[in-house]
C-alpha cells in the first residue's frame, strides 16, 4: 500500500508535458455559467414580455392592446351585445372586424363583417 502511495505521489510531482495543461475545463465554466442564466433569463423575460408589456401597449408601437372604438351597426342589423358593453378592436381586414366585447361578467371575440358596419369611430 505504501508502494502505491508513494507511486502515485512520484507521478503526480513529475514534469508533465505541455499539452497536458491544455484543459476544457477553464474556457467551458464561464460558457457553462452563462448558458444556465441564459436558459432562465430568456424564458423569463419572454414570459413578462408576452404577459404583461406587450397586451399593454398600443398598436401603433407594436404592441396588442384593443383599440377602444365607437361601432354602430346598420339599422337592419341587431347588435349582439348590450348597450352598457364596452367595445374594442383587435383587428380589421377588407372583409371584416375583429372585436373585443367586455360586458359586466365576460368578454367575448366577435367578428363583424364589414358590410354590417353603419359607424366606426375611434375613441381619444
Known amino acids: 500500500m505504501e508502494i502505491q502511495a508513494s507511486l502515485l505521489t512520484l507521478a503526480w510531482s513529475m514534469p508533465r508535458p505541455a499539452w497536458w495543461r491544455i484543459t476544457l475545463a477553464p474556457p467551458i465554466e464561464p460558457l457553462a455559467g452563462s448558458a444556465y442564466y441564459l436558459s432562465l433569463g430568456v424564458p423569463l423575460i419572454l414570459g413578462l414580455y408576452t404577459g404583461w408589456v ?71
Request: aromatic fraction near 4%; glycine fraction near 8%.
Open 54 to 124: 406587450f397586451p399593454a401597449l398600443p398598436q401603433e408601437v407594436g404592441g396588442g392592446a384593443p383599440i377602444p372604438i365607437q361601432l354602430e351597426l346598420r339599422p337592419e342589423v341587431t347588435k349582439p351585445w348590450s348597450d352598457g358593453a364596452k367595445v374594442s378592436m383587435l383587428d380589421k381586414s377588407s372583409d371584416a372586424l375583429l372585436l373585443l366585447v367586455a360586458e359586466e361578467s365576460r368578454r367575448r371575440v366577435l367578428e363583424i363583417p364589414r358590410a354590417d358596419v353603419g359607424l366606426l369611430a375611434y375613441k381619444p
